[in-house]
């Protein structure tokens, strides 16, 4: 099992900050590196699915980058707002569409 | 359009019980899988389907059954449930993309209890 680390566990901010999460993945045998979404009683919804390093991925406030030498990914929310608040969820993919999911970053964001 | 859906939403099971977690996509999607979500960890591959069937196990597949003889419905069986199974349980498909690329779509979830 390929481990998916997400930091920070949790995160509580102030309305209008910009903030980023952090996701760091095994870089070998890289498929696709998933962002997902999650508010509290709904279902994860995708954001972004990214391939290639390098790539930079943008909607609306919301952007990623990644990096697949080094493994890593990065979520930034600009001028946050209070419907920001959800946990995010990055998930590694694998071969058969498999994911590897970590345990996801609880961001509050505070009016 | 339903998208993924699931059924029932909650259960409540005594030990050695069986039962079926239903799950059907209406978006012809190949691809379907079962994961569960348990407290301070990711969610986890319980059995996948790249087509109808056609399945796999998933990382925690020990205690599930699952069969997949349509496209559309991908069913997941509790043999006897345990207490270790309480959890919520999410069923998804995927889109076919380029490679392995595709976006997970998300039932709502089945909250399962095993007393």
């Known amino acids: 099992i390929l481990n998916v680390e997400q930091s920070p566990q949790s995160l509580h901010v102030q309305e209008g ?6 996701c760091s993945f095994p870089s070998s045998n ?9 508010e509290t009683a709904k279902s994860p919804e995708a954001l972004f699915v990214m391939t290639l390093n390098g790539d930079e991925k943008k909607k609306g406030r919301i952007s990623a980058t990644l990096n697949t030498k080094e ?4 979520l930034y929310i600009k001028g946050s707002q209070p419907e920001d608040s959800a946990t995010y ?23 | 359009n339903a998208g993924v859906t699931q059924t029932p939403k909650f259960q409540v099971l005594k030990t050695g019980q069986s039962m079926t977690l239903q799950c059907a996509q209406d978006m012809n999607h190949e691809y379907m899988s079962w994961y569960r979500q348990d407290p301070g960890m990711g969610l986890r591959l319980i059995h996948y389907s790249v087509g109808a069937g056609i399945t796999d196990q998933g990382e925690v597949p020990n205690g599930y059954n699952v069969s997949r003889s349509t496209t559309e419905d991908f069913p997941l069986r509790l043999l006897s449930a345990a207490p270790s199974q309480t959890s919520v349980y999410f069923c998804a498909s995927t889109r076919p993309g380029q490679g392995d690329t595709g976006e997970l779509f ?6 399962l209890t095993v007393l």
């Open chain 2, 106 to 111: 998300f039932g709502e979830g089945s909250r």
């Open chain 1, 89 to 111: 969820l990055c998930a590694r993919g694998g071969s058969n569409y498999k994911l590897t999911f970590g345990k996801g970053t609880l961001l509050t964001v505070n009016p």
């Open chain 1, 30 to 38: 890289f498929y696709a590196l998933h962002w997902y979404r999650w």
């Open chain 1, 71 to 74: 493994g890593y990914s990065y």
């Open chain 1, 17 to 22: 900050d910009s903030t980023n999460f952090t």
